[in-house]
C-alpha cells in the first residue's frame, strides 16, 4: 500500500506524518505551508516543523516524473483514454445491430412457423371431424344393411335417424350443463333412502343397476334371485317385476326412449322386457355360456353383449337376431365385460386375462389392446365426450386412458383387496363414481376423490347418476338400493 501526500496527492519521497492531524505529508510541502502559515493544512491547528514525524520506508516508490503530472501530459492521457472509450463504444454498437438483426430474422421465422401451425392444426381438425362422420354414416349404413342377419331399416328411417345422431354426438361433452350438480354441494351427499325389498331374501343380493336416461326415477334391478325390477324412486313403489330367467341377472339396460328393458344372464340369453306390458318380448341367443356384459348402441336398436364363451355378439332387439359375431382366436380368453363408446362406432371388451381390447364396430377388427391391470377386467366405462375410458379390474386400482393418444394416463390405486366392480361417468362426464368395498366418487380432470359411502354391509355391484348429478344411486349384496343427495 502506498502513501499518499495530503497536499499534493502524490507519493511523497520524504513522507511525513502530523500528529495534530495524523494525516501523511512530503516534507518539504508540509514545511513551506509550516513557515507561511504555521498551522496544519488539514485543520488549522498549530504544527511547527519539530512536531513532524518522519515514516521511514523500505521500499520508496518514485513519484511519477513531472512530465507525467503535466497539464499537456494529463491532456494526452485523457484523449487516449477518450479514443479507447469511442472504438469499444463503436464495437459495441456493431454488435447491438447485428444482434438485432438476427433477432428480427428469428422473429419472423418464429411468427411464420406459428402461421403454418395454426393453418396445419386447423387443417388436421377439419379432416378429422370429417373421417369421423364420414366413419359414422358408414357404421350406420353396415348396421342397416347387415347381410341377411334380420330386417334392415326402412331408407326413410336410416336417413332421418343420421342427422339426429351426429349432432348428438357432436354437441356430446363440449358444455357443462347449468344444472349439473357442483362440487361442493356433492360432496355434501349422504344416505337420504333405503330399500331392502325389491328382490327374494332368500337368494339375497342385486346384482346389476341402470336409470332410465330420459326419467332417472325410474330405477332397474337385476337380482340374485333371478328376476328384474322396475323401481319408481319419486313414487316408492315398484312398477313391474319381471321373471322369465333361469339363473341370476348379471346385467340390466333401461331402454332411453321406450318403455323397454334388457337383461342377461348366466343362463346365456338375453332378454328384451316391456315394462308396461309386464313381459319378456324378446329372447335373444347370441352365446353358449353365460353373458357377462351388455350395451346399447347409440341408435337405441341394437345390443351389444360379452360372453364366457369368448365372442361378443351385435343383436337386433326388435327382430332377437344376431347381425354379427366375433372372437378373438389368438387370445382364446373369456370375455368378461362389454360397452359402447358414446358414438357407436368402436366398443370395448374386457377380458379374463387383464386385457382392453378395443374393437371397430364395421371392420368387426380390434384396433387397440390396452395391458396394465392384473387379473380379470370387471367393469369399464366411456366418458360421454368419448376421450377418456375407465378400468377396474381385481387388482385393486381403477385406470383411465386417454383414447386420443391411446394411454394409460392416471392410475387410481385404492385399497388393498378393493373389489371394483362397477364403473360410471355422469352424464356430462364431469364425475367418475366407482362401486365395490364401498362407494367413491370422482371429479374428472383432477381426479380427486370428493365422495366415499360406506353405509353397504355387503359388496356393492352397481353405481349410477341421477339427471345433472341430482342423485347418486347403489345396489349391493345385501340386498338393498340406496339413494344419496342433499
Not at 342377419?149 to 354426438?169: C, L, N, T
Not at 341394437?302 to 369368448?310: G, V
Not at 394409460?408 to 360410471?424: G, H, R
Not at 356393492?460 to 341430482?470: L, S
Amino acid at each position: 500500500m502506498s502513501l499518499v501526500c495530503a497536499i499534493s496527492n502524490e507519493v511523497p519521497e520524504h513522507p511525513c506524518v502530523s500528529p495534530v492531524s495524523n494525516q501523511v505529508f512530503e516534507r518539504r510541502l508540509i514545511e513551506k505551508y509550516i513557515a507561511e502559515n504555521g498551522a496544519d493544512p488539514m485543520n488549522g491547528q498549530p504544527l511547527s516543523e519539530e512536531q513532524l514525524i518522519d515514516i521511514k520506508v523500505s521500499h520508496p516508490i518514485r513519484p511519477k516524473a513531472p512530465s507525467s503530472t503535466s497539464i499537456p501530459a494529463i491532456l494526452k492521457a485523457l484523449q487516449d483514454e477518450w479514443d479507447a472509450v469511442m472504438l469499444h463504444s463503436f464495437t459495441l454498437r456493431q454488435q447491438l445491430q447485428t444482434t438485432r438483426q438476427e433477432l428480427s430474422h428469428a422473429l419472423y421465422q418464429h411468427d411464420a412457423a406459428c402461421r403454418v401451425i395454426a393453418r396445419l392444426t386447423k387443417e388436421v381438425t377439419a379432416a378429422r371431424e370429417g373421417m369421423y362422420n364420414s366413419r359414422l354414416l358408414l357404421i350406420l349404413c353396415f348396421i342397416s344393411q347387415a347381410g341377411g342377419a334380420g330386417e334392415p331399416m326402412e331408407v326413410s328411417e336410416q336417413v332421418g335417424m343420421i342427422p339426429e345422431i351426429i349432432q348428438k354426438v357432436r354437441d356430446r361433452g363440449k358444455t357443462v350443463p347449468e344444472e349439473l350438480v357442483r362440487t361442493e354441494d356433492l360432496s355434501k351427499y349422504r344416505q337420504v333412502a333405503t330399500h331392502a325389498g325389491l328382490h327374494s331374501a332368500s337368494v339375497p343380493g342385486i346384482l346389476s343397476l341402470d336409470l332410465c336416461p330420459s326419467d332417472t326415477n325410474k330405477v332397474l334391478t337385476g337380482g340374485a334371485d333371478k328376476n328384474v325390477v322396475v323401481f319408481d324412486k319419486k313414487e316408492e313403489q315398484i312398477i313391474a317385476t319381471l321373471k322369465g330367467h333361469t339363473k341370476k341377472v348379471t346385467s340390466v339396460i333401461y331402454h332411453p326412449s321406450q318403455s323397454v328393458v334388457f337383461s342377461a344372464s348366466p343362463d346365456s340369453t338375453i332378454r328384451v322386457w316391456s315394462v308396461t306390458g309386464g313381459n319378456c318380448v324378446q329372447v335373444v341367443r347370441a352365446h353358449e355360456a353365460s353373458v357377462t356384459g351388455l350395451s346399447l348402441h347409440a341408435t337405441g336398436d341394437y345390443l351389444l353383449s360379452s360372453s364366457e364363451d369368448q365372442y361378443w355378439a351385435f343383436s337386433d332387439i326388435q327382430t332377437g337376431r344376431v347381425l354379427t359375431k366375433v372372437t378373438d382366436e389368438a387370445a382364446g380368453c373369456a370375455l368378461t365385460c362389454a360397452q359402447f363408446h358414446p358414438d357407436g362406432l368402436i366398443f370395448g371388451t374386457g377380458t379374463a386375462d387383464s386385457q382392453i381390447k378395443i374393437w371397430d364396430l364395421k371392420e368387426r377388427t380390434n384396433v387397440a389392446n390396452f395391458p396394465g391391470h392384473i387379473g380379470p377386467v370387471t367393469s369399464i366405462a366411456f366418458s360421454e365426450n368419448g376421450y377418456y375410458l375407465a378400468t377396474g379390474a381385481q387388482d385393486s386400482s381403477v385406470k383411465l386412458w386417454d383414447l386420443r393418444k391411446l394411454k394409460n394416463f392416471k392410475t387410481i390405486t385404492l385399497d388393498n383387496n378393493y373389489e371394483v366392480k362397477s364403473l360410471v361417468f355422469d352424464q356430462s362426464g364431469t364425475y367418475l363414481a366407482v362401486g365395490g368395498t364401498d362407494i367413491r366418487v370422482y371429479i374428472c380432470k383432477q381426479w380427486s376423490e370428493v365422495l366415499n359411502f360406506t353405509e353397504h354391509t355387503g359388496v356393492v355391484t352397481g353405481v349410477a347418476f341421477g339427471e345433472h348429478a341430482q342423485f347418486l344411486t347403489s345396489t349391493g349384496m345385501d340386498r338393498s338400493l340406496k339413494f344419496y343427495s342433499l
